[in-house]
């Protein structure tokens, strides 16, 4: 009777270390799934930081002249208001894409209807067409991720202010405000913002 007692007791402490790696496992999971988390953010933040800087430095360069801003930018803007877009690798997206909220681009052209032509049906990778992280990309993966939005605006006494935003599909990653006094230059219709 002593040999099944000492059998019993062996597999209650088998079982109890088998528990204890169990939970030892889980904690350690959660722990890297955290940092996982953690980098992705503190990437998109540097990649928001260097993005929004650059734009400041374009609107500072351009001291007020919507022509130049366009160019620098390679974008159009809609009443002051420039909006770029850009996908999940930070690679910048035409005009048209989608934004980050499901909204349709600047210029009406989502993408995603499949009535943009011969080339949407064209699936490069190999995937299914879920290939995004909400699982709404088409198949060209052309949904942006991240936007970055300037709202530029002069007021009478000639000061710029350029407030800067980039957001992803969930909230706003970075914000800039930007000013410059652009001096006793007089603004001129059509050519200044």
Same mark, same amino acid.
């Given at each position: 009777?002593?040999?099944?007692?000492?059998?019993?007791?062996?597999?209650?402490?088998l079982l109890i270390?088998?528990?204890?790696?169990?939970?030892?496992?889980?904690?350690?999971?959660?722990?890297?799934?955290?940092?996982?988390?953690?980098?992705?953010?503190s990437a998109a933040?540097?990649?928001a930081v260097a993005e929004a800087q650059n734009v400041a430095e374009s609107v500072k360069a351009a001291e007020g002249d919507l022509q130049v801003l366009n160019t620098l930018l390679d974008t159009g803007e809609e009443e002051g208001?420039?909006?770029?877009?850009?996908?999940?690798?930070?690679?910048?997206?035409?005009?048209g894409a989608?934004?980050?909220?499901? &909204? *349709? +681009?600047?210029?009406g052209l989502d993408g995603a209807d499949g009535a943009d032509g011969p080339d949407d049906t064209n699936d490069t990778n190999g995937s299914d067409g879920v290939d995004g992280l909400d699982g &709404? *990309? +088409?198949p060209d993966g052309s949904d942006a991720v991240?936007?970055?939005?300037?709202v530029i605006d002069i007021d009478e006494k000639n000061m710029l202010q350029a407030d800067i935003s980039v957001?992803?599909?969930e909230e706003t990653i970075y914000t800039l405000r930007v000013l410059r006094y652009l001096g006793a230059k007089s603004t001129k219709s059509g050519g200044e913002i």
């Open positions: 009777m002593s040999q099944s007692s000492k059998s019993r007791y062996f597999l209650v402490e270390n088998c528990l204890l790696f169990a939970v030892a496992a889980a904690i350690c999971i959660a722990i890297f799934a955290h940092g996982n988390i953690t980098g992705k953010k933040l540097s990649m208001v420039y909006t770029l877009r850009y996908d999940a690798d930070w690679q910048r997206l035409p005009d989608d934004s980050p909220d499901g &909204s *349709d +681009g600047a210029d &709404s *990309d +088409g991240y936007e970055l939005r300037a957001t992803d599909k």
